[in-house]
């Protein structure tokens, strides 16, 4: 097995594999390290890619920016703004963050040994985005700790203790059953449905408690009935917060993004 050892040249970054474009990307679009990104065409695919540093890409240099939060923001935020300008012309197939290989060779024999895998999938996806929604418990006071006066006995005060507690537990069973309500309305909407774990608060620093974490394929020319279906249904009680997000492209209903990579430039040339 090859690894990269001089520094000193040029990786190329993949952002995603689509069908024959019917028209460029808008000029200004800028990828990972400011890099313009073009296509590599083969066997009836497009892979969107752009020139990187090898100083920056190869395996132990990538390993070390992996732990850097500040890189991965940026990197990741440059990603994203391809696959999205992508999105705007076609349904891409978004390949995973950093996905790298040695030269425009190496992208064309990813894209020879996924060709099966890459054709089904696009024509799976083909015309549909993805929609994120969230649904969260809005975290409001129960009716007893609202300017109560002080408790003037221990009995009273363990008396309000247990109103609080089954006020709470009153109102996050409603919050849950609007947010089953939601999902089921709008997975009847929907082509295809991924649940994803519920998000950590502390994590991810927003309040309420998730109680839906979802991704739904939408084909396209539907998607303004989705997103009317989204806002009627989340206005309908004050207990919970609904988030929507999108359209993106469909990455919660893309397989595995690309053949046998691994983290370190294989025969073939990857690099990831």
Do not use: I
């Not at 425009?104 to 083909?126: K, M, P, W």
């Not at 649904?135 to 363990?158: D, K």
């Amino acid at each position: 097995m090859n690894t990269v050892s001089a520094m000193n040249g040029e990786l190329r970054y993949v952002y995603a594999v689509t069908a024959p474009l019917e028209a460029p990307l808008a000029d200004g679009v800028r990828g990972v390290c400011g890099s313009a990104p073009y296509t590599v065409h083969h066997a009836g695919l497009r892979a969107v890619v752009s020139r990187v540093p090898e100083a920056d890409f190869a395996e132990e240099p990538l390993r070390a920016h992996l732990e850097d939060l500040g890189w991965l923001e940026e990197t990741a935020r440059a990603h994203q703004a391809v696959v999205d300008a992508l999105t705007a012309l076609t349904c891409p197939l978004p390949l995973r963050l950093a996905t790298v290989y040695r030269d425009d060779d190496g992208v064309r024999r990813a894209l020879e040994a996924g060709r099966e895998h890459f054709l089904h999938t696009l024509d799976r996806l083909a015309g549909r985005v993805e929609w994120g929604v969230k649904v969260y418990a809005q975290q409001e006071p129960g009716p007893a700790a609202v300017s109560a006066p002080a408790a003037t006995s221990g009995r009273e005060f363990l008396r309000r203790r247990r109103e609080e507690v089954t006020s709470r537990e009153n109102a996050l069973q409603e919050a849950e059953e609007l947010g089953r309500t939601l999902h089921a309305a709008l997975a009847a909407q929907a082509e295809d449905v991924r649940v994803h774990p519920a998000q950590n608060p502390q994590l991810s620093r927003t309040p309420g408690q998730n109680l839906l974490n979802a991704a739904y394929l939408v084909p396209r020319d539907r998607s303004e009935e989705f997103v009317t279906r989204v806002e009627r249904l989340g206005a309908h009680d004050p207990s919970v917060r609904v988030e929507l997000t999108g359209p993106w492209a469909p990455y919660s209903f893309a397989a595995p993004d690309a053949p046998d990579r691994q983290r370190e430039v294989s025969h073939d040339g990857a690099v990831s």
